[in-house]
């Protein structure tokens, strides 16, 4: 059955959640008296209609239906979750609770987007305090799995529990916190990084730009996949935490931040974090937490360089000023040279299937580029598009492994680009990859002629090859010769 | 001409140094009097060479010669790059300065990995203090891309600019700190939030697990593509970073971190930050931002989720437990049904035709897996190899478009599995592959016949197809129908 949750208050946060439940396939009945809050929310939910649902190999479940509420009561009237996402002022998260208590469900959960009271705070003077608690999610709230649950000592199990597992449903990670404090655990720490950062600039030590460079190009690549804890295991090796946490006391009085109150590295909160540490990533030996550290990091990183984003966008710059094109055509010719990335192996411990397609598409695009078909030409509304596809597997090749391809061109004349790839191994053939290209125009979308520059270029390698011997392979069907 | 770096202190640092100049072509020399130091540094190059050439889409160029050395002296002799990484005790490296100087050229940069101290301090009593600068990389060195290069007032402006060329030229991103102080800068950062950490393990408020989890399941991901001040400025919208910075203030006088000192807020600040942020970020709307930031997350996101890892193995348990088994074979069978996520597009706007490919495998798996080639089958050492693959390119597709692949398995007897898929947006057709699958045996990489069971299941969806007609496009071959 279709369950429905309500919004009070859209704005960005508001919105993201209004956004993730309804994507979720939730009924989402929104209350904001903004006259803007149709339009923000719906700007919201474009964003989250664009990003989220890919996430899933799946398809997502039939979106839900969103309502606008003139009334916070007829806005939370039999939800299921109630979210309060207004500003940060008590007295007025008091007189929302007040409402909505007076016509939600008694079971239903009130969950607060709040970032820094308390659900103790939140729940007094409330008529049904062990309803509300703290479900403080991350911007975009659509995107982030992150959600802090904080009940109080007031909060009954099973409104946890019920509020863990809906969250769960929604596709969110619900991190139930033990003690309630001020602005929970994440906020915590950004916070203090905030105020670290704020010194910086005061002090002239670093601009905007470079301590967000100094976070994207370094910690935060390695906070993203394995958080605080689990980087230093693996940067301690084999001498283990408790070692590492142990020398690293010292540290910590040296006066390296303007904020200066230090707990006291007693053996028993080594021990505490040593013991927790080991429940957390004991299953792994240092060298394997290494190595799926450095999976990660390479998968993120030339995630980001296809964004050509962040760290991403140093390792395409850097790819640009090394790149040299191509100038003797009398040859098959060498389109790709590069090692097999660790991000291109598949669960039978070679190269993925779709990366050999990949191989072959960025041969194509250099091919392309060869024959005057660049960034610049594309910008100008023009470009070739694959119609057809042969790639014929011959042998395996593993991560790390130096590959080449060398490209025959079959035929350059009209609309038609015949490219043929073989893809080698040192002497080893791996694959070959045949494919039919059309020069397309991309405002019509359909087949025309390319300019004069591209035709004569293309003519002329296609000539230089016509000499060469037709390939073996090229031609077939799949399962006949 | 091939350039040398001696490496002084071979541990985890050092030997992240060594890799990743020797990957980038120079020559290493090592001095470390630990017995254990050749066998470290190996372990540390065999990660980087599994790790490092993948990042880029060229070949590396050939790897330097790496040696050992007895004495000081004859590692630093003739070298261009000196990087000193031994224990963070002052009158060491000093006494380290001393004997390299005796021996290195003198326009040699000489880098300390110090995190700790600041330049003017290891120039202290040197003999060309204007040589030693802090260059502080981050683990692992031989992937994550930041070094912190800072000078002192000795430090003439052409060694920082030699040290800057020289570290980009391996792949780094030099930030020159601009004052020197302790801990230079994402060591701040880092500090900061390791102290807040250990507060709350030690007041029970969060363990080692859930702490990482806040770090990596939220704010982590967005520190990885855009720092702190790119991402509050999103969050900010459209009032702007100075409306956003301004409300921001009061909140930092509250008791939300142990570490209590802060700063004032004043209008310069506030102004100095808003100026800092337009000069990164201004060349982008709002809007941009937003969607750069979403198509870097659903990047790293599915990157990582490939990884089976952090919150990418949240979105892979949320597919598992949502994933149903088709298990009607008289018609085509459903085997792919997704939205197009945004990180399969490409520079024509439209999915890429790798993508094509790698929507098909996953087509092929599900049908693996219907037959009982699941995860399990693989583990006991077979598996299916596909052979061969023929791709049409029928129709485009955008990203979050829903589309359904259907499966249609044209042989499926013996060592062989002949499947053609056919690629649907509602009534549109996109594409079809047609694959010729064999299977193998993952120990000796060569075909064999399959269990009774599967050959049995593949058997009997065989035949239910049988009847079906011959799907257009089957047998074709590139360029000829």
């Known amino acids: 059955m279709t369950q429905t949750a309500a919004i009070i208050g859209g704005g960005v946060i508001g919105g993201g959640w209004a956004a993730r439940f309804l994507l979720m396939g939730w009924d989402v009945r929104v209350f904001d008296p903004d006259p803007e809050a149709e339009r923000k929310i ?5 964003n989250a209609r664009r990003s989220l649902p890919g996430l899933s190999d799946l398809a997502m479940p039939e979106e839900g239906a969103l309502s606008f509420h003139e009334s916070m009561e007829s806005a939370v009237k039999g939800a299921r979750w109630i979210q309060e996402s207004v500003p940060e002022r008590l007295e ?3 007189k929302v609770y007040r409402t909505v208590q007076t016509a939600c469900e008694p079971d239903a959960v009130i969950g607060s987007s709040t970032s820094g009271f ?7 003077g409330a008529e049904r305090p062990g309803q509300i608690l703290v479900a403080h999610p991350f911007n975009p709230v659509y995107l982030l799995p992150l959600v802090e649950l904080v009940p109080s000592e007031a909060t009954p199990a099973a409104m946890v529990s019920a509020a863990k597992e809906l969250a769960t449903s929604i596709g969110m990670a619900p991190l139930v916190v033990r003690k309630e404090i001020d602005a929970h655990i994440a906020d915590r720490f950004l916070e203090a990084v905030w105020r670290e950062a704020l010194w910086l600039i005061k002090d002239g030590v670093a601009t905007t730009e470079e301590i967000d460079n100094a976070i994207r190009y370094g910690f935060g690549l390695r906070w993203a996949q394995m958080g605080l804890f689990e980087t230093y295991r693996v940067a301690g090796g084999e001498a283990g935490m408790k070692h590492f946490i142990a020398q690293f006391g010292p540290c910590l009085e040296w006066p390296w931040t303007k904020l200066m109150d230090v707990p006291e590295l007693t053996p028993e909160l080594v021990d505490q974090i040593a013991e927790q ?4 990533s004991g299953q792994y030996s240092i060298r394997e937490l290494e190595r799926i550290r450095d999976n990660n990091l390479v998968a993120m990183l030339r995630a980001l360089k296809a964004q050509n984003w962040g760290a991403g966008a140093l390792l395409k710059a850097a790819d640009t000023s090394r790149k040299s094109m191509p100038a003797v055509f009398s040859q098959p010719i060498v389109t790709v040279d590069r090692a097999v990335p660790l991000d291109w192996t598949d669960y039978n411990g070679h190269m993925n299937e779709a990366k050999y397609l990949q191989a072959f598409g960025d041969a194509t695009d ?6 005057g078909c660049d960034a610049d030409y594309i910008a100008s509304g023009l470009s070739y598009f694959t119609a057809e596809t042969h790639i014929r597997h011959i042998d395996e090749v593993h991560a790390g492994a130096r590959i080449v391809i060398r490209t025959q061109c079959l035929l350059g004349e009209g609309k038609k680009m015949h490219l ?4 080698w191994e040192g002497e080893r053939l791996l694959a070959t ?6 020069h397309v125009s991309l405002e019509t979308r359909r087949a025309c002629v390319p300019s004069d520059a591209v035709a004569a270029k293309l003519g002329e390698i296609a000539q230089a090859h016509a000499s060469l011997p037709l390939p073996e392979g090229a031609g077939a069907a799949v399962g006949r010769r």
């Open 42 to 46: 719906a700007e919201v939910l474009a």
């Open 92 to 94: 007025l998260k008091h």
């Open 118 to 124: 308390k659900p103790s705070q939140l729940q007094e």
């Open 277 to 280: 540490s080991d429940a957390q």
């Open 366 to 371: 250099l091919f392309m580029e060869l024959v």
């Open 420 to 423: 043929f790839h073989e893809m």
């Open 433 to 438: 990859g045949e494919h039919m290209l059309i």
